[in-house]
T-cell receptor, first 112, second 111 residues
């Protein structure tokens, strides 16, 4: 059974640019969550999608957005990149509320 | 406001010893408490989880102890092995909301 797949694994962008990250959940999982991981702040919740609808949103600026497609695949977009956006972005999928989350290996974003 | 506080930040244990990591939470509405293990270059992997109606859960060498009145829960790793060296995160969530993670504990098991 394939796990959660995130692409690309590594990304280097220039300040001011925008970036799109992709996440393919485990087959059958309809919930996809995104987290930002940094050494200083740890794992912070960005947002969660379930059946193409954003169900929860963390405390991040509007530059961070996401969407989910009918096949449950999800994308996350960050516009007007800042140096502080450099982080590991993790996607996690689950069957739904109350179920365990399975994380992907993440996308390492470096903003220069 | 940090809703889940994890300690210690780092831990060194000898092979065969017991590793203990503690977490405290504030929100009494939390009803799901998982522990995740993360190796360098990988995403966190679910290790074991507990719900507040149970005081202890054991899976192999890993045990969660849960104290509802103290709002604390802990992970015990028995017979710790070098392969257990990783970063461990506790987390908590309330039905329908996102996981809130602790800051993590870096465990090193010396051989």
């Amino acid at each position: 059974k394939a796990g959660v797949t995130q692409t690309p694994r590594y990304l280097i962008k220039t300040r001011g640019q925008q970036v799109t990250l992709s996440c393919s959940p485990i087959s059958g999982h309809r919930s996809v969550s995104w987290y930002q991981q940094t050494p200083g702040q740890g794992l912070q919740f960005l947002f969660e999608y379930f059946s193409e609808t954003q169900r929860n949103k963390g405390n991040f600026p509007g530059r961070f957005s996401g969407r989910q497609f009918s096949n449950s695949r999800s994308e996350m977009n960050v516009s007007t990149l800042e140096l502080g956006d450099s982080a590991l972005y993790l996607c996690a999928s689950s069957l739904g509320q109350g179920s365990g989350y399975t994380f992907g290996s993440g996308t390492r974003l470096t903003v220069v | 406001q940090q809703q889940v506080k994890q300690s210690p930040q780092s831990l060194i244990v000898q092979k065969g010893g017991i590793s203990i990591i503690n977490c405290a939470y504030e929100n009494t509405a939390f009803d799901y408490f998982p522990w995740y293990q993360q190796f360098p270059g990988k995403g966190p992997a679910l290790l074991i989880a507990i719900r507040p109606d149970v005081s202890e859960k054991k899976e192999g060498r890993f045990t969660i102890s849960f104290n509802k009145s103290a709002k604390q829960f802990s992970l015990h790793i028995m017979d710790s092995q070098p392969g257990d060296s990783a970063t461990y995160f506790c987390a908590a969530s309330q039905a329908g909301t996102a996981l809130i993670f602790g800051k993590g504990t870096t465990l090193s098991v010396s051989s």
